[in-house]
Each structure stands twice: as C-alpha cells, then as structure tokens.
C-alpha cells in the first residue's frame, strides 16, 4: 500500500503492517548489534518462556507531526526508563536507555511515511517490547530474548467528538499487594481480559480496579490512570504502588501545576469519596484523557457533575494544554518532545 493513500482520519486502534521494524536478540550474555528488518513474524521454539510463561513486557509510545512540521516523540526517555524497570522485574535483561532511543529513532525514521501529517489528529504508534525465546520448560528465566520495535498508524482517539466513559467498580482485581502492577508486563493484560470483556457485556467502556488488599482505594483501570478534579478545582491522582506511573498523568499533573497555576495531590483516594468530585478522567497515551461521565459502583450510579457530553472543564484545560505542547503550539518543558 502507497502510505500516501490513507484516509488517516478513518484509522482506528488496529495492528497496520509497516514497512520495517527493529531487532535485537540477546545471547550468552549479550545483546547483538541490532537491525531494521522487512519480516513481521516471529518464529519461536515451542518451548519459549514467553509462549509457556509470559516471560515479555513492552511500552507504547506514539511519533507525529507537529504544527511546523517536525517528527516527534514524546517523553521516549520515561518509556525506556520504564522498560528498564520491567525487565529488571521480570528478570529479563535490561535494554539500555541510549539503545532504546536509538531504536525509536531507527524504527520511525524507516517508516516515516507511516507518520501521519499535522492536524489529522492520528499519529504512528510505536511498540517496543522484549520476550523470552529460548526453550525453558522448568520455571525459570529464559537465557535468549527478542527485543523489538514495531510500528503501526492509528486514527485519532476521539472520533466522532467526545464521548464521556461509563465506568464500573471492578469485583476483578488487577494487581496483587506487592506484585506486578508497577511493571508494564503482558501478564497484567492477559488476566485483564476477562473482567475487560465482561465489563463490555455489561455495558460498561473500563473497569475501575480497587486495591486488593483491603478493596477500599481506587486505583486505575486496565491499560488507564485516573485523574479527579475536586468542586474546589484540585486535580487529584490515586497514590499507590500498584498502579503503573504512567507517563501521561505524570506529565499532566506537572501542567496542572506548572501551566494553569491548579493544586495536585498524589495520595490514596478512596471509593467512597468518588461522589465528591466534580471531574474524572481516564489518561494514557492513546487518548491524553479520556472523561468520565459516569461511575457504577455495584448499581449505585454516581454521575460526574460533567456530565455526559463533553470533557469538564478542568480536564479539557489540561488536554489542551499538553496537547498543546505536544503538537507544538505551547512551549514544551525541556526535553519533552524529541525531533526524529
Ligand atoms: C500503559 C499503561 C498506562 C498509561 O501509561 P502511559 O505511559 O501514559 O501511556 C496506564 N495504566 C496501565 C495499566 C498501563 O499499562
């Protein structure tokens, strides 16, 4: 396909082959040197400790167009940082933060006709990750792992406009006291799957995990961080130490305070303050933020002063805000944005 041709504002959230991807196979010890290659598959012994025991995590950052014109990414930095922690995690071994970036670097700039222009609001999605290939059939670390890049064009997030979320309190959990919920493993999405798809047949768009250990505080959803915003306009983010530090609210709560003058707090947020907010939203990569309209806590609806048809107002200050600074038009804090 002629990358040329596509309605980029038609694309949605699905898996697009692009023309090349990065590789880099770790083996006695050591991570080669690295290529772009042309083969989207992967061809793995049986015996892989990611296909017998999930050995794998990834990342999920986006390349785009700014207002002048330049190729950029956000934050890639955080991303390797973050990888860096899951595998350590994990056991697996470390991808170095240089290599890392230049692999972003080497897998955009070879699909650069993948990245849409300014304004169509789509943008190229990048996907890192790492995986044990090796055979391993006792339970223990894989000694060979695959790191990749690969990239895909997805459409713009909201679509059709801005649809407020309909969220339910999960009876799933998502992450044990001291597991894995601070680490972007595949495992956490893998045990997210049932309660995701059982949250859709109720007519629900996300769950709203508590804490497992005493379910009384509100931690994210499944692949989302969760923002409140007091009646007094304090943007408030759940403090715990399963949740994954996603890069989107981090850098939200930093505009909060630092771009529109608003008072942040991290700290535990529990369920039964929910009724005492004025705003909520969903942030992550995919969407900046994503509002919440309405929130069911086993049949008990709380609705979002925000209501049902549009963003609040706070949270769309802060959307615009860093959307600003990504595309270009307000002026980004040292290091944010990173030109290809
Ligand atoms: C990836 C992810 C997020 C969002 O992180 P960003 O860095 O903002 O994209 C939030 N929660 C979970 C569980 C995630 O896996």
């Not at 596509?6 to 990065?22: E, H, M, N, P, Q």
């Not at 679509?159 to 998502?174: A, E, N, Q």
């Not at 086993?298 to 209501?307: Q, T, V």
Request: aromatic share 10%; glycine share 10%.
């Amino acid at each position: 396909m002629c990358a040329k041709e596509i309605d980029w504002s038609s694309l949605g959230f699905g898996y697009v082959k692009t023309d090349l991807r990065y590789v880099s196979d770790y083996k006695d010890g050591k991570w080669d040197d690295g290529a772009m290659t042309a083969d989207e598959t992967v061809v793995l012994n049986e015996c892989a400790g990611v296909l017998q025991y999930a050995q794998t995590c990834f990342e999920g950052l986006k390349a785009y167009t700014t207002e002048d014109g330049r190729t950029v990414c956000f934050r890639p930095d955080l991303n390797a940082e973050r990888m860096i922690e899951s595998c350590k995690r994990m056991r697996m071994p470390v991808f170095p933060k240089e290599r890392f970036l230049d692999a972003i670097v080497k897998t955009v700039s070879a699909n650069r006709e993948w990245v849409p222009p300014y304004g169509s609001g789509a943008s190229l999605y990048l996907r890192p990750y790492m995986f044990g290939s090796n055979a391993v059939i006792g339970v223990k670390p894989a000694t060979e792992y695959q790191f990749r890049v690969f990239a895909t064009p997805v459409g713009p997030y909201f679509k059709g406009g801005v649809k407020p979320l309909t969220v339910r309190i999960s009876d799933f959990d998502r992450a044990a006291p001291h597991g894995t919920g601070h680490i972007k493993a595949g495992l956490n999405y893998a045990m997210s799957l049932y309660a995701i798809v059982d949250a859709h047949e109720q007519g629900f768009d996300e769950n709203i995990y508590l804490d497992s250990g005493t379910r009384t505080y509100i931690e994210e959803t499944g692949g989302a961080n969760i923002l409140f915003v007091t009646k007094d306009g304090k943007v408030v983010t759940p403090k715990s130490s399963t949740i994954l530090p996603s890069i989107t609210r981090r850098s939200l709560m930093y505009v909060a305070k630092e771009y529109l003058g608003l008072e942040v707090e991290e700290r535990p947020v529990r369920v039964d303050e929910l009724e005492s907010f004025a705003e909520c939203g969903l942030c992550g990569t995919a969407a900046v933020i994503s509002p919440v309209g309405k929130i069911v806590d086993h049949g008990k609806e709380i609705c979002l002063p925000s209501g049902m048809g549009d963003m609040g107002p706070v949270t769309k200050k802060l959307y615009d805000t860093l959307r600003g600074i990504q595309m270009g038009t307000i002026p980004a804090p040292e290091g944010w944005i990173v030109e290809i």
